[in-house]
């Protein structure tokens, strides 16, 4: 059984990133989904650490100014020559590993990007979702099938508590295209029922915008059934 953890790091400053560090060597997963990445020292002093004491780092570079994602493992991870997340619009927000395991098991870190309500952020938003569902839609029924997808979506379903206005059409579709796609929520899987919040909004209403999923056609025996939803790292 695999364990995962998905951890938004704020575009860490190099003290932040120190204690977040500390704070996640004490963790028993063997995936950590990071995040709000940065060009930043703190982003690279965490991820130099990882890869010093042996763990697995991939990290995709972004534009300087943008945020992304990583992946960290504990288990060895495959060569990777090119997949179809590689033409995502926004290619830094997106960290895919084959971690060594039989058969292998696939891990994809997602930074979805927020917006506000500009045309050009939410266009931006958009075209990163559609591409986003258009690689997964392209991948090979081994890879889907054992694939686990976690991060910061930054959307909310349509059966959230407390419901928010503002949210569009093509949001809630994320969520609604990997449900159908047979993805499975792992935090309903181990709190049915539990509305949980990742992120509280300056009027205090909480959001649930950081999500894990795996493969609902995933052998029973190999689920990664510990993939429970963690957000924030501490301050």
């Given at each position: 059984m695999l364990g995962a953890l998905t951890v938004n790091i704020g575009a860490a400053s190099r003290g932040r990133a120190e204690r977040i560090l500390h704070w996640l060597s004490r963790q028993p997963d063997d995936v950590f989904l990071l995040t709000e990445t940065s060009s930043g020292d703190g982003t690279a002093y965490l991820l130099k650490q990882f890869a010093h004491a042996g763990f697995a780092v991939v990290h995709t570079p972004g534009t300087e100014r943008d945020r992304?994602?990583?992946l960290v493992s504990r288990v060895p991870i495959l060569p990777l020559e090119g997949t179809p997340f590689d033409r995502v619009s926004l290619p830094g927000r997106v960290a895919l590993a084959a971690l060594d395991t039989d058969p292998a098991t696939w891990f994809v870190s997602v930074y979805v990007p927020s917006r506000d309500r500009s045309e050009a952020k939410t266009s931006r938003k958009e075209a990163f979702i559609t591409s986003f569902l258009a690689a997964l839609a392209e991948l090979p029924i081994h890879q889907h099938d054992h694939l686990v997808i976690g991060g910061d979506y930054n959307v909310i379903s349509v059966d959230h508590q407390p419901r928010h206005s503002g949210f569009l059409p093509f949001e809630f579709g994320l969520l609604d295209t990997l449900d159908k796609r047979g993805f499975v929520d792992a935090h309903q899987t181990c709190f049915p029922g539990e509305q949980a919040h990742s992120w509280i909004g300056r009027t205090g209403d909480g959001y649930r915008l950081t999500t894990c999923m795996w493969?609902?056609?995933?052998?029973?025996?190999?689920?990664?059934?510990?993939?429970?939803?963690?957000h924030d790292a501490p301050e």
């Open positions: 992304g994602a990583a493969a609902e056609r995933w052998p029973t025996a190999s689920t990664p059934a510990h993939t429970c939803m963690r």
